[in-house]
Structures are given as C-alpha cells and as structure tokens.
C-alpha cells in the first residue's frame, strides 16, 4: 500500500525525542485517536485452546489444526489466514515434540522473518513508520542483553533452522531481536492477563510520558489509541510504556534500562506523586532517612527475589515470602506505600490461583483505594482491579459489592476500550445478570 498516513495525525520531529506523533485536530476524552493492525503477533502458549491463534478471539467452541493439534481457530477461514505463518510452526512443533519450548519473542522474530519475505510493500500497520525504521539501540546494550540476545538467536537457530531456509546472519538477527525487544507490545485481557506478543510499528511511533494523553487497548490483534486527556492541534501524543505506580526514580531507572533514554516528563520533572506514592508510618518519633533508604533497598531487593522465586517456589512458599515482607516493611511504609502494594498485589496473584478467595478479595479491597490515587486518570490497572474485585465479590454472594465495582471498572473500560469494545460489553452483562 502507498503511504496514506492516519487522518487527524502526523509525524513529526520531537524536541529532545526525535521522531514522535502529533494531532492536527482536536481528541475528546475517550475518542479513538487511531486504531493500528499487527504486522506480526503470536498468542501466548498458555492460552492455546482458549484463544484463535490469529485474531485472539476467546471463545470455547474453537476447532484444533489438525496436523500439529496445539494451534486453534475460530473457523476455517482464520485458520487459512494464520497458515502462511502457522506453518513454519507447525512443522517444527510436529518435529520436536515435548521438547517445543522456544520463548515467545523467538517465535515472534520468526514470524516477522518470513512475514519480510513476502511483503513487498508498506502494510497497513505501517501507515507512518516502517518495521525497518525501528531503534535497535545496539550501542547502548551491556552484556547481560547482549547474553540474553546470543540465546534468543540460538534458540531461533536450534527450533527453526531446518523450517525457515537461509535465516539472516548473526549480525542481522542481533539488530532484529534487539527491535522487537524494545518496540514490542504485550496484548492484555481485561484483567492485564497476558495473551501474546506483537509489533504495531505506527503505535510504536509515540514517544512516552509518565502522564500520558492516550492509552493503548486491544481488540484482538488490533492495537486502539483513545485520548485520556484533552488532545488539541499541535499537542504530542504521549503513551507511557511502563506501569506507572512506582516512584520518579524507579520509573526512570526501568526506562533507562528497558528504553535507553531518560524521561523528562512534567511528572519526573514535579515528583508531584512522589510523597503519597513513597507514604511512611507517623511514628512517635520520625523515621531517620537511612532508615528509610534501607527498607526502600530491601523493598527493591525483595520484589526482585519475587520475581525469579515464581519459577521454582510452591504457592504456599510465595504466599508466605509475601507475608513477610509486607509484615517488614509495614513497620516503616503504610499500607498505601507502592511497594506494600506490589506485594499485596503479587499475593492476591497467589491466592487467586490457590482459589482462595477470601484471601484473594481482602487483598483487593487494600489495594483499589491507593491504585485509584497513584495511578492517572482512566488507567487500565485500576480497572482490571475493580474488575476482578467485583467478580470476587459476585462469586461470593456479595451481590451489591459486586455490581458496584464493576460499575466503576466500566466507567474506566468505556474511556479506555471504548464503548462498542466487546470487553465493556461483557461486563455489562455481568451487571445485568444480577438484576
């Protein structure tokens, strides 16, 4: 397709961001500001049976290919639309059996390789930018990326080398992991439940901010951007690629390290969040600030001992780590400190997959209260918390609990997904069923 650009939008030159995304018109509140197909995505392996593989359509009725049987489908029709690139897959998947395990960004990049191959021309995801305009920072990786990069490349050679002939050299395959590392999107559910990987190159051409005027939701495979703020002529169009509940430091530490840049948002420049984010304990005497400085190092420490301790601790292990920590670190922060609550919410994770859901509802209703504070303006992580809050509460017959807090997360979800979004939709029959 010729480049057409999107109505209402431009490309532009940034001051201090390089390239970036402008209006040209006004965007109300809640308006969808551009909608951008994906020029290649990949379901998430845990999802295989409850999602298409191509359009990410959840549904229970979806029928298995009939040659590998790990791939699934609405109809016949999204399965010819998915086999140019389910192919290379489903030979392999066939080929190796059990030992199939390559990582989601492998079978990513492998997709976009032959998707380069037989496109000639522009596509409809790159209505401004081209995959092959992509950052790839390669000078400003450390050899921590650059080791997980040789092991994505090997992984690459190791499951699709004998499926996917004449694969790019390995200077070639290091610019292209090291783009879809940092311009690839996670697709999310309504409750931010993972679902797969992809690139959308035109959404990828927004610069970020940590108080953003647009939000990206999903319907399928297609990325939307609506306006969370009032968007005039001439203004940037700033999405935040990162969760925005922590501190200044901590944002532009993950920035840095993910983005290589360094924000200089009107939020990192006011900290204007920092203290109710960052709240401590009134004590009858005031807390020193090496104290404080050290229960935020053991804070960081323990959310990353967390992370890795997910791959090999019991629920009940995890459960326990969470305890703990939240029974330290409430000797000093109080309950509505950012780091108490990402250790609230990692144990409600836990006792939702344990089905305790007693448990799973008091942690939620700790969090709700400060996520609505710290977070901006029809975020998507307030609304997926008052979402499963309400269904929780359904669950356990705390009906006018329930209808309410789905209430508040369709007041969000109809800014964020839009009104017409099959999501709001559910939602609202969710409601209707209690009535």
């Not at 650009?5 to 040209?24: N, T, Y």
């Not at 392996?45 to 049987?69: I, Q, V, Y």
């Not at 006011?270 to 960052?278: P, T």
């Amino acid at each position: 397709m010729k480049n057409e650009g999107i109505e209402g939008m431009e490309r532009f030159v940034s001051p201090d961001k390089g390239r970036g995304l402008q209006a040209l018109r006004h965007f109300a509140v809640g308006e969808l500001v551009f909608a951008c197909p994906s020029y290649s995505s990949v379901l998430t392996e845990n999802e295989r049976g409850a999602h298409c593989d191509l359009c990410f359509t959840r549904r229970e009725d979806l029928f298995k290919c009939g040659k590998c049987k790990q791939a699934f489908y609405c109809n016949v029709d999204c399965q010819r639309g998915d086999w140019s690139m389910h192919k290379l897959e489903c030979v392999a998947m066939c080929a190796y059996g059990e030992n199939w395990c390559p990582s989601e960004t492998v079978r990513l990049v492998a997709r976009i390789i032959m998707k380069q191959r037989v496109t000639t021309e522009r596509t409809p995801s790159e209505r401004l930018l081209l995959f092959s305009e992509f950052e790839a920072h390669l000078d400003k990786m450390d050899s921590e990326k650059d080791e997980l990069n040789q092991t994505d490349i090997a992984a690459l050679h190791h499951f699709y080398s004998k499926h996917i002939s004449n694969l790019p050299d390995e200077q070639a395959l290091t610019e292209l992991f090291a783009q879809v590392n940092c311009n690839g999107f996670t697709i999310e559910d309504e409750e931010l439940s993972h679902l797969g990987s992809a690139v959308f190159p035109d959404v990828a051409l927004m610069n970020h901010s940590c108080s953003p005027n647009v939000i990206v939701t999903y319907k399928g495979t297609v990325a939307e951007v609506r306006a969370v703020q009032e968007i005039n002529p001439g203004d940037e169009i700033f999405n935040s690629y990162i969760d925005l509940l922590y501190p200044t430091e901590d944002r532009k530490e993950r920035l840095l390290d993910s983005y290589f840049f360094t924000c200089q948002c009107t939020e990192c420049t006011s900290k204007s969040k920092d203290k109710e984010k960052m709240e401590i304990l009134k004590l009858s005497s005031p807390s020193e600030p090496e104290e404080i400085q050290s229960m935020v190092y053991y804070a960081k420490n323990v959310i990353e001992e967390f992370r890795r301790a997910k791959h090999y601790k019991t629920p009940s292990e995890l459960l326990e780590m969470c305890e703990l920590s939240q029974e330290k670190m409430g000797a000093l922060f109080a309950d509505t400190n950012v780091y108490m609550l990402h250790m609230m919410y990692q144990a409600m994770g836990v006792c939702l997959y344990m089905q305790d859901w007693d448990g799973a509802m008091s942690y939620g209703e700790k969090i709700i209260q400060p996520y609505s504070v710290h977070y901006p303006a029809y975020s998507l992580n307030v609304a997926s918390m008052y979402l499963k809050l309400g269904r929780l509460y359904l669950g356990l017959e705390k009906k006018t609990q329930g209808v309410k807090a789905l209430q508040k997360a369709v007041a969000i979800m109809e800014v964020a997904h839009g009104k017409d979004h099959h999501y709001v939709a559910e939602v609202k029959r969710e409601i209707e069923a209690q009535k």
